[in-house]
């Protein structure tokens, strides 16, 4: 067994990677596979998310980068494990600029976890920097996450021309699609956005059937350090996300 190593990004913030990352993976879990989620935002709204308390963990991801063994820092959350994040995540750029191999930090680090998972699932900050550069280098399968918004297009654009420039370091990676939340399916502008994003040559056949749609449930479960199958099975959130994970896992 080797892990596919997944990074769920997007530089715009809000777009729904961090639900996508928590939910997903949960469901991924209980259809039987074992998955390990990363929290590689400063933010930690993974790690909160998942009912830990980012001011409490001991080692996070960033102890990661700077070489201790990821062993320690894991931690069994119920259906998955996770890698929590911590506030220091923030000075990454600075603190690695000067380190030699600096975008390949987090592939060394999870080497050794590879055989121990079948889905190692990356949640992205909300910027190009070196945290998800590192993300794209460590990863098996790439997902870009997005609303069906106007300025989603050229958002899109920029991100894959980073993802592009990863592919030096990381020449097996491909682009496996396009996860589109807060969706409704009633506006005409969130059909042509959608329509727009998979007529463009490197998102064709590219965008999941499956559309993650606006639902407040969703953004409540994680106050309460629940996924949307804990928090509310019958909503239309966990709904989606198990109809996602189904095709995720085709
Ligand atoms: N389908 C949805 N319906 C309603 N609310 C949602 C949905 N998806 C996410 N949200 C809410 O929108 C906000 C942003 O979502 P999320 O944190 O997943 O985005 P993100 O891309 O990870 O953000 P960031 O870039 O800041 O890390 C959160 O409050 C979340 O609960
Ligand atoms: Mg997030």
Redesign the pocket.
Known sequence: MKAKVCAFA?Q?????????V?NLGVAIAKAGYKVLCVDL?A?A?LTDGLGVDPYGVGQSVFDLLKGQPVERMILDVGDVHLLPASQLLATADLEFSGRIAREQLLRKGLRSVLSSYDYIML?C??NLGLLTVNAFVAATHVYF?SEAEYYALSGLGLIWTTFEACKELNATVELAGVIV??YDKRKVLHRDVVRSIGEQGQFVNKVFETK?????D??SA?SHGMSIFEYDPKAN?AL?YAQLAREFLR
């Open positions: 997007n715009k913030g809000g777009v729904g990677k961090t639900t996508t928590n935002d933010q709204n949640d900050p909300p996450v939340t807060q993650i749609r606006c639902n407040v969703l953004a994680p959130g989606d």
